[in-house]
């Protein structure tokens, strides 16, 4: 791990010695492993690109044999609707929870909390909000997104992603990994 200078900590991928950030823009992950790290199984993760929920900011498949690729912002949101899916919260207001991102932009996703009463999606930037909903006896459930965010970076710095720009594959820094360990020396 690294700082990345706000105070924050960054796992970083290898490359000819050199560190890349898994959450940068450079870097996209392929299906499986976008999937792994969001927690979703590989038909979920098509259903809901074919669907337009969640559909891959890099590179979008063009027919059979070409792979879509997904932008560490785009896996963050999947797990997001994981979670959402997982408490039961419905599609129809997930898609509205998403379309509100997109909209939005996805900036400072890491520093809201997303908050739900069963039929509506809230979106939090501070604790008093999130007091505010609750007191209302508006929230029921809530998904701090940048605890999300870590969780996603931690484990895509453990797996492979590819640079956007020249295809390269990006080694991820899971020291269990034999495969990875070879790929990461070699590499160096």
Known sequence: MRSSGDGTTASAYRLHGSSVDPTHESVGYRGPTACAAAGITYRQLDYWARTGLVEPSVRPAYGSGTQRLYGFRDVVVLKI??????????????????????????????????????????????PDEVVSLLQCGQGVFGIAVGVVWRDVEAALSQLHGERVDTGETLVGNNPGDELARRRRDRAV
Do not use: P, W, Y
């Open 81 to 126: 609707v994981k979670r959402f899916l997982d408490t039961g919260v419905a599609l129809q207001n997930i898609r509205a929870a998403v379309q509100h991102l997109r909209d939005r932009g996805f900036k400072d996703l890491d520093r809201m909390t997303l908050m739900c009463d069963g039929a509506t999606v809230h979106e939090c930037t501070s």
